[in-house]
């Protein structure tokens, strides 16, 4: 289930997207995102092969450092969370809204080598 997922802040002031979602996981799925607008996909990020794992998961990913930043547009966003076999086959997939206002990012789009929405980093306390 994917419960939230919406722009917010890392600790240090940078701007994030914080997902939080109830995770009933067997071992083996590969778990992607994708973050879109309106009219195109603006950012993906996959986590690799899930354990098995029952709970509640809250993890943020970065949207900006530097001179580089994911292309966000002005409107709303969605973000589509997607468990898959590893021959390919989709085992359950979520989408939602994107919440809070979006931020104003400036920057190149992230090389592939860039921390931009690269490393799954924690939430908040009290998150």
């Given at each position: 289930e994917l419960g939230?997922?919406?722009?917010?802040?890392l600790e240090i002031g940078l701007p994030s997207l914080e997902i939080v979602m109830q995770v009933d996981a067997r071992p083996g799925a590969a778990m992607d995102l994708w973050l879109t607008d309106d009219n195109s996909v603006v950012a993906r990020w996959s986590a690799g092969s899930s354990a098995v794992y029952n709970g509640v998961v809250c993890f943020q990913l970065m949207l900006q450092q530097g001179a580089e930043a994911v292309p966000l547009g002005p409107g709303k966003?969605?973000?589509?969370?997607?468990?898959?076999?590893?021959?390919?086959?989709?085992?359950?997939?979520?989408?939602?809204?994107?919440?809070?206002?979006?931020?104003?990012?400036?920057?190149?789009?992230?090389?592939?080598?860039?921390?931009?929405?690269?490393?799954g980093l924690s939430c908040p306390r009290g998150s």
């Amino acid at each position: 289930e994917l419960g939230l997922a919406r722009f917010s802040k890392l600790e240090i002031g940078l701007p994030s997207l914080e997902i939080v979602m109830q995770v009933d996981a067997r071992p083996g799925a590969a778990m992607d995102l994708w973050l879109t607008d309106d009219n195109s996909v603006v950012a993906r990020w996959s986590a690799g092969s899930s354990a098995v794992y029952n709970g509640v998961v809250c993890f943020q990913l970065m949207l900006q450092q530097g001179a580089e930043a994911v292309p966000l547009g002005p409107g709303k966003h969605q973000l589509t969370v997607a468990f898959r076999e590893p021959e390919g086959n989709v085992v359950t997939a979520k989408t939602a809204e994107v919440k809070n206002l979006t931020p104003k990012l400036t920057g190149a789009v992230p090389a592939p080598a860039s921390e931009v929405f690269r490393e799954g980093l924690s939430c908040p306390r009290g998150s």
